[in-house]
């Protein structure tokens, strides 16, 4: 019945009128599915009990124990795949909905190459098997998590459309009013019923997890507002002025990785300084003789460290260029190996990313890999 009411635009013209059409016969035959057990089971005295579904026990003692009684309990099972199927099948249907109103995150509004929701598949496929991990796989401990949750999602649909048809109004608005609201009352007591009784029994997940979820679609929501009005351009009357732009190489060696880098460098600006923290002496000796002759003239800064530490020193210095130019842009061009295989990147230092890393948030800095690749 949700995956229907869901996925009205799946349907084929007149959407609306075929799903109502469909959801008409799923709901008779469900009724007449439920009463014909409920008056068969009352007749053959049959009760609940551990180790056999109702169902089960109903069949064998309509069929015994042949072939009918296999079918049944087959055709069940695959009623209960479907079931779950169904839950995979709509669920990133209804993410997608809330992601398009931005109270999730956008990825989950876009299809992928299968013309799917694969965002919301995956997620979805994340969270079942956490709770079959966190509850062991116990349905009774699992039913009370469904039960709340199904009839609180059928209250509050109820709910809504009274809103609506007292707000909207319409064709035979009255009728409809009286029908929304008997089953907002019934499934609403049915919701309050399960959460007091089942409570202890894991109910108290839905009642934790609810109020978590809906603060969280309000911030969600509320950052891609916020984020939406910054990068507006409707209140936007800044000029468009050249900025004077310092180019920063932070080099270790001199080698055929930072040729490219240079190169690079001289073709995006003329303020350009080479800098080199001083962790070995006599390598950093070596270094200004081979700067000498492969740097073209630009000078080589070298920072001290007394801690032995290169992150620090190199943020500092970007950190002056920040203060002396604060409406100019400071470039940091990263000279970075590229390893023939991935599993070579494990025997190489990983200091391009984590200056990367630390400059990520910080405003007016510009951070740019040039990659060499290795050959095998």
């Known amino acids: 019945m949700e995956a229907i009411s869901n996925g009205v635009p ?50 064998w003692q309509v069929f015994g124990g042949g072939p009918l009684y296999y079918l049944v309990q087959a055709a069940t099972m695959l009623i209960l795949i ?11 249907r209804l993410a997608s909905l809330l992601a398009r109103d931005r109270y999730l995150p956008t990825q989950l509004a876009h299809r992928g190459d299968r013309l799917v929701f694969s965002n919301g598949i995956l997620l979805l496929g994340i969270f079942s098997c956490a709770l079959i991990v966190i509850f062991r796989g116990s349905t009774h401990a699992l039913i009370p998590l469904y039960a709340v949750g199904v009839f609180l999602s059928f209250t509050l649909s109820q709910a809504g459309m009274v809103r609506h048809w007292l707000v909207e109004r319409g064709p035979h608005w009255r009728k409809s009013l009286l029908v929304n609201g008997l089953g907002a009352v019934a499934t609403g007591l049915a919701t309050g019923v399960l959460a007091v009784t089942k409570f202890t029994h894991g109910a108290w997940v839905v009642a934790l997890v609810i109020p978590v979820l809906i603060l969280w679609f309000r911030t969600v929501h509320g950052h891609y507002g916020g984020t939406e009005e910054q990068l507006s351009l409707a209140r936007y009357h800044r000029a468009l002025v050249p900025k004077h732009i310092t180019v920063v190489l932070p080099i270790s060696h001199v080698n055929r990785a930072v040729i490219p880098v240079l190169e690079y460098a001289r073709s995006i600006g003329s303020d350009i300084r080479a800098v080199s923290v001083d962790l070995e002496p006599e390598e950093t000796a070596q270094m200004k003789a081979q700067w000498e002759v492969w740097g073209g003239g630009v ?6 460290s007394p801690y032995r530490s290169f992150l620090v020193p190199c ?14 842009w400071v470039t940091v061009l990263l000279p970075e190996v590229i390893p023939a295989r991935w599993w070579q990147n494990l025997l190489h230092n990983q200091r391009a990313l984590i200056i990367r890393a630390a400059l990520l948030f910080t405003p007016g800095v510009i951070v740019t890999a040039v990659p060499y690749h290795l050959e095998r």
Do not use: C
């Open 10 to 59: 799946a349907f084929r013209p007149p959407e609306s009128k075929n799903a109502a059409t469909t959801m008409a016969w799923v709901a008779a035959v469900l009724g007449t599915l439920f009463l014909g057990i409920t008056i068969l089971s009352h007749l053959y005295g049959l009760l609940p009990r551990e180790g056999e579904t109702l169902l089960s026990q109903l069949a």
């Open 82 to 92: 479907l079931a779950s199927n169904t839950s995979f099948a709509d669920f990133p």
């Open 299 to 304: 000078p080589l800064v070298i920072l001290p």
């Open 315 to 328: 943020l500092a210095y970007i950190g002056e260029l920040r203060e002396k130019e604060p409406d100019g």
